[in-house]
């Protein structure tokens, strides 16, 4: 596994967590970075996405405003910033390589997930 995924945990309904996504290769510094989530019986569902150098992001509708999607390439490393956590957010988070400098949903490697828990 090329991309390291974590900071997944349990976190009442309000607070916050940051994921981390760390490449420790180098492998994929000039690809864009996009986190997704999954719970049990559903299709993967896009969350947020990051460029090589960080100048453009996307979100999707249920997380834009709440989630911060950053990427420090010293560290080789990309984070998701989540606050106002809801019950819904509940679900395992990934983070996966696109093949392209900027985000093209083409995913072409991923990380293991993290396992995010909201209690309400």
């Known amino acids: 596994v090329q991309l390291q995924a974590s900071g997944g945990g349990l976190v009442q309904a309000g607070g916050s967590l940051r994921l981390s996504c760390a490449d420790p290769?180098?492998?994929?510094?000039?690809?864009?970075v996009a986190w997704f989530r999954q719970t049990p019986g559903k299709e993967r569902e896009f969350v947020a996405a990051?460029?090589?150098?960080?100048?453009?992001?996307s979100y999707s509708d249920a997380v834009k405003g709440r989630f911060t999607i950053s990427r420090d390439r010293a560290k080789n490393t990309v984070y998701l910033q989540m606050n106002s956590l809801k019950p819904e957010d509940t679900a395992d988070y990934y983070c996966?390589?696109?093949?392209?400098?900027?985000?093209?949903?083409?995913?072409?490697?991923w990380g293991q997930g993290t396992q995010v828990t909201v209690s309400s």
């Open positions: 290769r180098r492998t994929f510094s000039n690809n864009a």
């Open positions: 996966a390589a696109d093949r392209r400098a900027m985000y093209s949903n083409s995913p072409q490697s």
């Open positions: 990051i460029s090589w150098n960080g100048g453009a992001t």
